[in-house]
């Protein structure tokens, strides 16, 4: 089965860190961009981050740039969101999902959404 999982989330206090895990099964990560996004309660889901195929990265929010990090594990077939210095609004449920351009990052995400991993940030 194709599919992208999640893990790694909790809740934390403000200023502190977490890792999300973004694993794939059914399919190599390797060629593809990959994109984490969140979703709020009452918000729309929005896009935070990417990896692209080669690795760089393409931040869709300002609000995370210095703080969150994106990398990838081809070995692994794992991609993680390394997020430092966590703030309230940073509260979300997190996904993950491949790139509807391919190998690079455009920002839209392509096929089904996981059931995403719970960021709880609040002291």
């Known amino acids: 089965q194709v599919q992208l999982v999640e893990s790694g989330g909790g809740l934390v206090q403000p200023g502190g860190s977490l890792r999300l895990s973004c694993a794939a099964s059914?399919?190599?990560?390797?060629?593809?961009?990959i994109g984490w996004f969140r979703q709020a309660p009452g918000m729309e889901r929005e896009g935070v981050l990417c990896a692209s195929s080669s690795g760089g990265t393409t931040y869709y929010l300002e609000s995370v740039k210095g703080r969150f990090t994106i990398s990838r594990d081809n070995a692994k077939n794992t991609v993680y969101l390394q997020m430092n210095s966590l703030k309230p609004e940073d509260t979300a449920v997190y996904y993950c999902?491949?790139?509807?351009?391919?190998?690079?990052?455009?920002?839209?995400?392509?096929?089904?959404w996981g059931q995403g991993t719970q960021v709880t940030v609040q002291s």
């Open positions: 999902a491949t790139d509807l351009e391919g190998y690079r990052c455009s920002g839209s995400p392509a096929g089904r």
């Open positions: 059914g399919f190599t990560l390797a060629p593809y961009a």
